[in-house]
């Protein structure tokens, strides 16, 4: 039963850490913080986290599927998808692990393989696989347009 604790700890961890990241990044409706807390009790009981926000006022969309894992006590994201959407939900970036691509657009090997983003014009980049690099990208993207 300790065990289950700890797991659940590290869940609602990493839930808050990406509410945080979200929230300090963009404006979001009132209401995502109203609602986010249900969606931190769904990955606590199902494992893993879903969030779609909008985060521009175009009408943007930032979606975030994560499946939990866990290895040695620590918390593994075994699956991820993130996901900048226009507000007609087609996607402007992604990024995730699976490994239908092993080199980038440019023909190199991708850095840290499997993961792997799709920018705005559909190329394959090597990425990181962490949520952090992805929320800086899409704020790189949405000044850039703002700015056009």
Known sequence: MLYDSYQRRLIIDRCW?????ITETFAVPHQFHIDFPLMVEVALISGYLQVLVEISRKGHL????EEYDFRNHELVIRVYSYNLLHKSKHNIIRADPLPHYRVDYRRRKLAHFPHHLHEEKGRICSFSGQIEDFVKRVAAVLESESQN
């Open 17 to 21: 850490l990406i509410y945080d990241l």
């Open 62 to 65: 930032l979606h975030i599927h």
